[in-house]
Nanobody
C-alpha cells in the first residue's frame, strides 16, 4: 500500500520559517516527481511546488523566492523549506507523487494526508 506521510507543519509568526517533510513508501518511486499542494479554508487546492526525479524544480508564482523544494531519492523523501511566511500561506499542505506532468497539473495518483500550516500576523 502506497503511503505519503507529511510532517513539520505548525504555527508560526509572519516572517518565520517552517520545513515540511514527506516520506513515501509502499512502491518503487523511480522516475516519479514529487510535489506540494495546499488548500486554504473555502478555497480550491492549489499547486505550490514540484521536483522531478532528477531535481528540476517548479514553483507557483506566489511562493517563488520564499519556498524551496528538495528531495532525497535514497529515502524517497521530499522537503519544502518555507521562509518569509505570510498569513496568506495558511493552509493544509499536501504531499503528492506521480509522473511529472501529473504533479504539475495536479492530477496525481498519490496524496498524503496533509499537514496544517498556520501563519499568524
Amino acid at each position: 500500500q502506497v503511503q505519503l506521510v507529511e510532517s513539520g507543519g505548525g504555527l508560526v509568526q509572519a516572517g518565520g520559517s517552517l520545513r515540511l517533510s514527506c516520506e513515501a513508501s509502499g512502491r518503487t518511486f523511480s522516475n516519479y516527481a514529487m510535489g506540494w499542494f495546499r488548500q486554504a479554508p473555502g478555497k480550491e487546492r492549489e499547486f505550490v511546488a514540484a521536483i522531478s526525479w532528477i531535481g528540476r524544480t517548479y514553483y507557483a508564482d506566489s511562493v517563488k523566492g520564499r519556498f524551496t523544494i528538495s528531495r532525497d531519492n535514497a529515502k524517497i523523501t521530499v522537503f519544502l523549506q518555507m521562509n518569509s511566511l505570510k498569513p496568506e500561506d495558511t493552509a493544509v499542505y499536501y504531499c503528492a507523487a506521480d509522473v511529472l506532468y501529473k504533479v504539475v497539473a495536479g492530477t496525481v495518483g498519490y496524496w498524503g494526508q496533509g499537514t496544517q500550516v498556520t501563519v499568524s500576523s
